[in-house]
């Protein structure tokens, strides 16, 4: 079965801005026929692995803080995804060209030196979280909002995930971002977000003048086809992060 000819179980994906759901995350085109933005992205944090993870023992002022903020995040979360398919033209040692575009990192071009098509994306807890957790005072209550916000950002990435696998029929994946590694500097986020379009527009995802992403708990990158898996934790020399 051809790629096209593969369905999602998760939404439709629609052509001329219309959107399609079934049972999971809306997903459509956006204005640009080669984006894809998902929308709808079921936000359900489990409360007793984040009371473990924050150390907010039960019966506690701290957990039924975690437990009203879990509450608040709940009713406002608008986690958002997009992506779109794109494929390598040529390589060189220490760069590859995307869709015209090329990119500076000997480690990317290793890891796509058999990769013809690869996703690129961006992924975000939505400004309305952005905004929630700026707004707390209280040191722990945002640092909980913080947490809360990054579980909203991994519900986005691992719906995209789930969803490029199914559409796309591919097994084993990986992913690189701009920034996560010295071989790959922070700077090659404006070449990304120049193939994905518009973010800022379609997910409310922008760039500072440091190529930092607002909302903080964003990622964008790359996402390919690998034989063996590859994290760029692998090669980073932090002792801790």
């Known amino acids: 079965m051809s790629t096209e000819e593969q369905t999602c179980d998760v939404a439709n994906v629609s052509s001329r801005g219309e959107v399609g759901r079934r049972g999971g995350a809306q997903i459509a085109a956006s ?7 998902m929308d709808g992205i079921v936000f359900e944090p489990n409360l007793r692995k984040l009371m473990k993870k924050l150390r907010a023992k039960e019966g506690t002022r701290h957990a039924e803080q975690l437990e009203s903020l879990l509450d608040e995040a709940k009713a406002i979360a608008r986690p958002r995804a997009m992506y779109t398919v794109a494929y390598v033209d040529s390589r060189d040692e220490s760069s590859v060209v995307i869709d015209g575009i090329e990119f500076r990192s000997r480690v990317l071009r290793v890891n796509l030196d058999d990769v013809h098509r690869v996703f690129l994306f961006a992924v975000t807890c939505g400004g309305e979280l ?22 909203a950002m991994r519900a986005a990435a691992a719906d995209l995930k789930r969803h490029l696998v199914r559409r796309y029929g591919l ?57 063996k898996t590859f ?11």
């Open 130 to 151: 952005h905004e929630w957790m700026r707004g707390k005072d209280d040191l722990l209550l945002r640092y909980y909002a913080d947490v809360i916000s990054e579980e």
């Open 231 to 241: 994290e760029s934790c692998q090669l980073c020399q932090r002792e801790r992060c």
């Open 31 to 37: 204005g640009e026929s080669d984006v894809v933005v």
């Open 171 to 227: 097994g084993r994946t990986s992913t690189m971002s701009p920034g996560s590694l010295e071989d790959w500097p922070i700077r090659e986020q404006r070449p990304l977000f120049e193939l994905l379009g518009n973010p800022e527009e379609v997910i409310g995802v922008r760039l500072t003048d440091s190529m930092l992403m607002i909302p903080s708990k964003s990622v964008s990158g790359i996402r390919f086809p690998v034989e």
